[in-house]
């Protein structure tokens, strides 16, 4: 009777570990993971477009100042050389005036040039923050929508070496890339196959540009 019921055990116990184990395989198949083509997404967000043209307008006038800053700058140095040729500024004082004057303004110009780069980074980088930050929620939406466990980085690069366009002429050639590149592209690849069914990249894309476009009313 003992050894009737310690088989009995034995058996609930195998029957136990054998349910787990099912249940683990069934648990780790049922893991739904995800991709996203950022930069597809980057180049097709309507956002990121307004924000580049708004960009170009808000600094067009500062640009013009400083390319006209830059002629004059230009001009003066042009002038202040062909006078050195029948001058020596050691002998014209006028001359090694205008000399000074030339270094300085073109002192202040290039940190009048570099404090309009910094402002213009600064106000990109602030733009792109929100850029960003509408990007993951789209994707965390989407991937809590569709019950995805993992969303990763799809490849940037898809094309493949073609040995017809590399034998293809000049217009080939251009197209071509070196070997080092289609292993730098290779390498930097997080993601290296995935079925068409998990890139939600078409649907990042949509709701981004659906959304903003509902906020833009």
Known sequence: MCEVRKQAMVC?????MTAAIVSGTVCAEEKRIAVVNVSDVFGRYDR?????DGMAKKYEGEQKKMQGKE????TWKDRIEADAVLKDPKTDPGLFADQLKLQQAAFDF????????????????NEMKLVLSDIRKAISTIGKQEKFDLVLRAPEYTGEFDMEKAAGGKKAADEAVSAAELVRRFRDNPVLFFAS?????????????????????
């Open 12 to 16: 609930m116990a195998l029957a136990v």
């Open 48 to 52: 990121v477009k307004d924000v580049q």
């Open 71 to 74: 002629r004059d700058l230009k």
């Open 110 to 125: 290039q940190n009048e040039y570099n404090k309009l780069l910094k402002d213009v980074e600064e106000s990109r980088k």
């Open 197 to 217: 069914g998990v890139d939600i990249t078409e649907k990042v894309i949509e709701m981004l540009n659906t959304d903003y476009k509902a906020k833009a009313k």
